[in-house]
């Protein structure tokens, strides 16, 4: 079974709109964290932010927001006031506790495309 | 220099060639990464390294051989590779293990492999 899923191959938006990209995740730890990272046409990959599974509050930095709803095991990026520049490849991943944490799991990503 | 940094960033080898990616860190992190990313395939981890000893190898084929002769550098030496080992190879780091925040990845660019 896929640990970290992303529905969405790929999402269109509207400069200046804001967006949602979904990811769910599994599994039965009890202590895990959610990360987002987004990967430009570049290639290297950028570290945008973070959720643990104990937070009681939503994860935001700057323009990026997670909805975390733990009883749905969901962790969806929000992007408020899309940029052109947000156009690129993002990831969802999850490191669980019983793994030592060394290992991280990424779902297969959603690529968005930001119209001017 | 900062960050995490990949020599070279392509690369393109014949199947009964021997070559070997690079990697270094300049961040103080423990724990080093690599990463196979093929086209339409989500991120596969390969190898972690924690303090310079090997925690994590995820089947990975033999023609790979992984080497972390300090915490600030990776190897991943390469030898009669196959066609379908052709992907983007990354490299990250990480202040240790655990399922905090404060364990995000750095990533570096990837190095692009092509075996012909």
């Known amino acids: 079974a896929q640990k970290i899923t992303q529905t969405q191959p790929g999402m269109f938006v509207q400069e200046k709109e804001a967006v949602t990209l979904d990811c769910t995740y599994d599994?039965?730890?009890?202590?895990?964290?959610l990360f987002w990272y987004k990967q430009p046409s570049s290639g290297e990959m950028i570290f945008l932010i973070y959720?643990?599974?104990?937070?009681?509050q939503n994860a935001t930095e700057g323009r990026y927001s997670l909805n975390f709803q733990k009883a749905r095991k969901s962790a969806n990026l929000v992007i408020s006031a899309s940029q052109l520049g947000d156009s690129a490849m993002y990831f969802c991943a999850m490191r669980e506790g019983r793994s030592g944490g060394f290992k991280t799991i990424f779902g297969a990503g959603t690529r968005l495309f930001v119209k001017a | 220099e900062t960050g995490v940094t990949q020599t070279p960033r392509h690369l393109v080898m014949g199947m009964t060639n021997k070559k070997s990616l690079k990697c270094e860190q300049h961040?103080?992190?423990?724990?080093m990464y690599w990463y196979k990313q093929s086209a339409k395939k989500p991120l596969e981890l390969m190898f972690v390294y924690s303090l310079e000893e090997r925690v994590e190898n995820n089947s990975v084929p033999s023609r790979f051989s992984p080497e972390c002769p300090n915490s600030s550098h990776l190897f991943l030496h390469l030898h009669t590779l196959q066609p379908e080992d052709s992907a983007l190879y990354l490299c990250?780091?990480?202040?240790?293990?655990?399922?905090?925040?404060?364990?995000?990845?750095?990533f570096g660019p990837g190095t692009r492999l092509t075996v012909l």
């Open positions: 961040l103080g992190h423990n724990a």
């Open positions: 959720q643990g599974s104990y937070d009681e």
């Open positions: 599994t039965s730890d009890q202590s895990y964290g």
């Open positions: 990250a780091s990480s202040v240790g293990s655990g399922t905090s925040g404060d364990n995000e990845q750095f």
